[in-house]
């Protein structure tokens, strides 16, 4: 089975853009999950979707969207981007069967540099 | 407020050597505990831990889970260099949704 995949790999915005990211979950994983890596914070949790539902989010603020297709494809989007945006953004995706959390299997990431 | 600590922040040793890495946690409605390896890429799972007392084991990584005491460690033994990582604990937790909640890792260098 091909593992999580993220695009883009790299990319360099300036202060006050927008960016889209692009994770497709391993196949038959309906759960997606995204997280921002810095040195500094470590993982912190963004959002969580479930069959095109927000299920969970954590503590970001609105500028940090997300949205999940039937395909289980997920993007997150950043609007009026901040230099502390820069990070690795991080995708995961999960098996959830019976209600029961399965691992989750994490994609390359996103390194996203903002000038 | 939901947290996970692990320790030590940073460890060095030398081959050979046993490693024993902490995660203590303070969250509501736990459900399981994840260990997992960073290198210079994504994190790559290690283990799931869900009952307390039942030792899982891949090779020379072992870990173990106590929810009365609220912690779980992860033991390294026979360190080689490919260990060097950062390893790190989650908790996944919560209701009818859930979510993760990570520790800050812990940084393993194994000098030859």
């Known amino acids: 089975k091909a593992g999580v995949t993220q695009t883009p790999r790299y990319l360099i915005k300036t202060r006050g853009q927008q960016v889209t990211l692009s994770c497709s979950p391993i196949?038959?994983?309906?759960?997606v999950s995204w997280y921002q890596q810095t040195p500094g914070q470590g993982l912190q949790f963004l959002f969580e979707?479930?069959?095109?539902?927000?299920?969970n989010k954590g503590n970001f603020p609105g500028r940090f969207s997300g949205r999940q297709f039937s395909n289980s494809r997920s993007e997150m989007n950043v609007s009026t981007l901040e230099l502390g945006d820069s990070a690795l953004y991080l995708c995961?995706?999960?098996?959830?069967?019976?209600?029961?959390?399965?691992?989750?299997?994490f994609g390359p990431g996103t390194r996203l540099l903002v000038l | 407020e939901d947290k996970v600590v692990q320790s030590p922040l940073s460890l060095v040793v030398h081959e050979g050597d046993t490693v024993t890495l902490n995660c203590s946690y303070e969250?509501?409605?736990?459900?399981?505990l994840l260990w997992y390896k960073q290198e210079k890429k994504a994190p790559t799972f290690l283990f799931m831990l869900?009952?307390?007392?039942i030792e899982k084991k891949s090779g020379r990584l072992s870990s173990i889970l106590d929810k009365k005491e609220l912690f779980s460690i992860l033991n390294i033994t026979a360190t080689q260099t490919g260990d060097s990582a950062i390893y790190l604990c989650?908790?996944?937790?919560?209701?009818?949704?859930?979510?993760?909640?990570f520790g800050k890792g812990t940084l393993l260098t194994v000098n030859p």
């Open positions: 989650a908790v996944v937790h919560g209701g009818s949704n859930y979510k993760l909640t």
């Open positions: 995961a995706s999960s098996l959830e069967s019976g209600g029961q959390v399965e691992t989750q299997y």
């Open positions: 869900t009952s307390s007392g």
């Open positions: 969250v509501t409605n736990f459900r399981s």
């Open positions: 979707y479930f069959s095109e539902t927000q299920r």
């Open positions: 196949s038959g994983h309906r759960s």
